[in-house]
């Protein structure tokens, strides 16, 4: 079988990844990006609206614009990246540090790098309720795969489950294919996303409503609507059930790192809620515990672009610096206070408290 | 389904640090209007700050920092409308005559109107306040968010956040 070579192996091409990329190649590193999907950008290629966050980090622009700066970034690296879409990483090994990948659905591939970046990104989280194996039962992300990269709407009349960014988010992409939006439902007593987002849905007409669940899903073969209930401080239904007529019930109830082969790796993990799951020690140069192993992005913690692309781009660095190529301090002071400045505020609070929980000061030990 | 009118919802009740309306006198006889910034939750962006180009939209100290505004620099120009992702600037103009007032308002929906048209002003929550006439629609950085400038009755200017094409 043959078996690939490389320095650096990046697992997943999202802005995490690509930006790992970009920056090991530009230190001189040969670089292998492996991606399941058949494009680069991950998340980013979904993405129409504008991103939030400072200039550096493209803020401003439209998510999908974002995702073609970081593949040009990536075409001026040359020969130094190589680029293997349509290929899922399916195993490590740690022993032989020999990595095993799918392309497409027939080729087994060994990979053999010298050095990881894992940034495999997040998968959904959903909840159960009665009747949600109904078709017209969607996650979030497959509303925007249809909509934003297929170009087909999910349906008519779309109830959303969850107000945090994603929800609101993706009800307003909604709202632009021209498909109505009965109602967002949040079960806490404020909407989770940023308030602009909210505010954005709300004057075009639709009504969140706060403390609110969904209690079933109705219909005989498709969904034809949804049974709304109202929740008491403890989250338990109050009040009679009220009926939502909808054709698309729409769940955006949160994401979690996809850290599957940072397990197998044996990549010491901890379950930090802050972070929305089992995520791994690093150090400040987002090495795991594996010293072969980088990671980035949202697979160490559900967070944003922004932060996705400087934790990548120190990521890339690192794993090029501890190969012998020439890094600058300097690149990584810059990025080490663009991503402290980023969670500064109110908004990064979890986000700094879930780091700090799991950063290390160093590896020394077993590196 | 009703929701109720909530700041915890999205809808703005009240002034707050960084959704503060213009200063009356300045904004009376401005032409080109003032920017109305509704940005009151502190988050990390600030493309508002980076796109103004008189520094009217005064610099961050902290990227989290809500927006503030220096209105002496003011100019009405709208880059911010355009530019802000999350569609919370806004521009009205007081001078436009006949007691109405020119509204520069971001759209990002389809159809476009046409200079001309009439079309629904929406308020924070959705309600139709009145009907605004088209007076022009303008692609100010050239990426899909429409400035759609709409003339209303002045009296409705603290109302009128969004329109709908009918
Ligand atoms: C609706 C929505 C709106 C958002 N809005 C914003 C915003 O305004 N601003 C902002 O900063 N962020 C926003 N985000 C968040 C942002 O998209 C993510 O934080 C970001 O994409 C995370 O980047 P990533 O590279 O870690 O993961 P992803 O973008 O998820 O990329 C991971 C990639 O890895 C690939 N992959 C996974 N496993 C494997 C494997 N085993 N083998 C090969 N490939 C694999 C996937 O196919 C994917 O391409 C939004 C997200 C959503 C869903």
Redesign the pocket.
């Known amino acids: 079988m043959e078996e690939i070579r490389t320095d650096v192996l990046v697992?997943?091409?999202?802005?995490?990844?690509l930006s790992a990329a970009a920056e090991a190649a530009s230190a001189g590193a040969d670089v292998l990006i492996?991606?399941?999907?058949l494009h680069l950008g991950?998340?980013?290629v979904k993405?129409s609206?504008k991103?939030?966050?400072s200039k550096d980090e493209f803020a401003g622009t439209r998510?999908f614009e974002i995702a073609r700066l970081l593949r040009d970034e990536i075409a001026q690296c040359g020969d130094h990246v190589k680029i293997m879409l349509n290929?899922?990483?399916s195993g490590y090994y740690p022993d032989e540090k020999l990595v095993t990948a799918m392309v497409g659905e027939e080729e087994y591939v060994h990979i053999s790098p010298k050095k990881i970046v894992l940034?495999?990104?997040?998968q959904e989280r959903l909840i159960p309720f009665p009747n949600n194996d109904l078709p017209g039962v969607y996650g979030?992300?497959a509303v925007?795969t249809l909509m934003n990269v297929y170009g087909v709407t999910p349906g008519k009349r779309v109830l959303m489950i969850g107000a945090g960014?994603?929800g609101l988010?993706?009800s307003y992409q909604l709202l632009q294919a021209g498909v109505e939006v009965a109602a967002i439902l949040e079960a806490m007593p404020r909407i989770g996303g940023y308030w602009v987002h909210a505010a954005k849905v709300r004057r075009l007409g639709v009504p969140i409503l706060l403390r609110h669940s969904i209690s079933r899903a109705i219909g005989g073969d498709v969904v034809t609507g949804a049974m709304v209930c109202e929740l008491d401080e403890k989250f338990a239904p109050v009040g009679e059930p009220q009926k939502v007529d909808c054709d698309t019930i729409c769940l955006a109830v949160g994401l979690t790192p996809?850290n599957e082969?940072l397990w197998q790796a044996g990549c010491k993990m901890k379950y930090v809620p802050f972070l929305c799951g089992h995520v791994p020690f690093r150090d400040k140069n987002m090495r795991t515990s594996n010293s072969d192993i980088w990671m980035a992005?949202?697979?160490c913690g559900i967070?944003?672009?922004?932060a996705?692309m400087i934790e990548g781009r120190i990521a890339g660095m690192s794993a090029a610096a501890s190969l012998g190529f020439k890094v600058s301090s300097e690149n990584f002071e810059g990025c080490h206070a663009r991503l402290h400045n980023l969670r500064a505020g109110e908004v990064g609070e979890k986000i700094r408290i879930g780091v700090s929980g799991v950063t290390v000061d160093g590896w020394e030990a077993n590196v | 389904m009703n929701a109720p009118r909530s700041f915890e919802s999205g809808v703005l009740t009240e002034e707050r640090p960084g959704a503060v309306m213009p200063p009356q006198d300045r904004w009376r006889e401005h032409k080109g209007g003032l920017v109305i910034v509704e940005c009151p939750q502190r988050i990390p962006c600030n493309p508002c700050n980076t796109s103004c180009p008189t520094g009217a939209i005064m610099p961050f100290a902290d990227i989290n920092d809500v927006p503030q505004i220096d209105y002496a620099k003011c100019t009405g120009c709208a880059l911010c409308v355009a530019k802000c992702p999350g569609l919370a600037c806004f521009v009205a103009d007081l001078t436009f005559g006949d007691g109405l007032a020119l509204m520069k308002l971001p759209y990002e929906m389809l159809p476009s109107p046409a200079k001309g048209d009439r079309v629904e002003c929406l308020g924070r929550a959705g309600e139709n306040v009145c009907l605004g006439r088209v007076e022009n629609v303008t692609e100010p950085l050239r990426d899909r968010t429409r400035v759609v400038h709409v003339s209303v009755p002045a009296d409705k200017v603290n109302d009128v956040r969004a329109i709908r094409v009918v």
């Open positions: 697992v997943g091409g999202g802005p995490a990844g492996a991606e399941g999907d991950g998340q980013l993405q609206h991103f939030f966050g998510g290929t899922t990483v940034a495999s990104g997040a979030a992300g925007q960014n994603i988010i993706v996809s082969l992005g949202d697979v967070e944003e672009a922004s996705a």
